[in-house]
């Protein structure tokens, strides 16, 4: 890959700390350039811009904006904010690239679920696939559905495509900022009764994208399935919390529906596709049905995936609750 093309990363206005604002620091670090595509110039922007990279500004579901922000492009990170069109943005964008030509590498974020909620899974009779997710879901979410659909689209395109399968985001609402009031008072209030998790931090997925993005060749065609360092249960979060909160924190289990009603619906009434989707994402691991772990990151990356403490000590509200 010539010094002159490069590296385009969608989202890139993400939060500090988020997976595409990461990695554009990163691959800053190591010497590449990076075209960083933006919704609104604005001051995140501006930060991108300070930090060195190229900003292009448009709309991912604008084909002209897609088509100009990749020329003279080799190498796509695609991410998006959850949305009822995600599908619609990933296509267009493998079309610019087919029209394209000469891409060396589309690294495509997915996620975890799609390694156990396969096509074949998914198609069973309704009551097999219910027993299958943990008994309380019997369909993919919208956002899910879109992932399993983009997935598709990067095969059918041709495109030289890595599909990262990242297992729930310690980042994730459900364990950050849709947790901080209960937090407040001493309180880590979730509905997954006892059954263990294994999530993953934004870092370590931004570390092994990047690792891809400048060395693609090995890793096209592949999908990797990652996972954090260790399957545990609420109440060995509730100490992470603990530790990292200087206080004493108590797991409280929830009522899957009870809780999605109480800090869900309210918060998220006016983005029902999100919504939506982590509303099954709490019905999967209330009941069980988020299941499996692998050793693929530790594998690509040569070092044990970063704890749950570690990116909770990360968390910019996290941070701001400790010090509350």
Known sequence: MSERNPILVTGAAGEIGGVSRTMV??????????RAFVRQDDERAESLRQAGAEVFVGDLLTIADVTAALQGVRRIYFSMSLSPYYTDAVSLMAAAARAQGDIEAFVNI??????????DKMTAPEEERRAWLGGLIANWSPQQRAHWVAEQVLDWSGLPTVNIRGAMFVENPLMTWLALEPLSRGEL????GDHRLAPIAGYDVAELCVKILADPAPHIS?????????LKDMYGFAEDYAAVLGRPVTYVPEDVETWNETYIDPALAAIPHTAEHLKTLTRLMGGGGYRGTTDQLETLLGRPPKTVRWALENHP????????
């Open 317 to 324: 509200r996290i941070r701001k609750l400790a010090t509350a």
């Open 110 to 119: 997915s996620e975890y679920e799609q390694s156990f909620m396969t096509f």
């Open 189 to 192: 209030r979730l509905p997954f």
């Open 222 to 230: 592949q999908s990797y399935e990652l996972n954090g360092p260790e």
């Open 25 to 34: 620091d990163m691959l800053l670090d190591q010497g590449h350039a990076v």
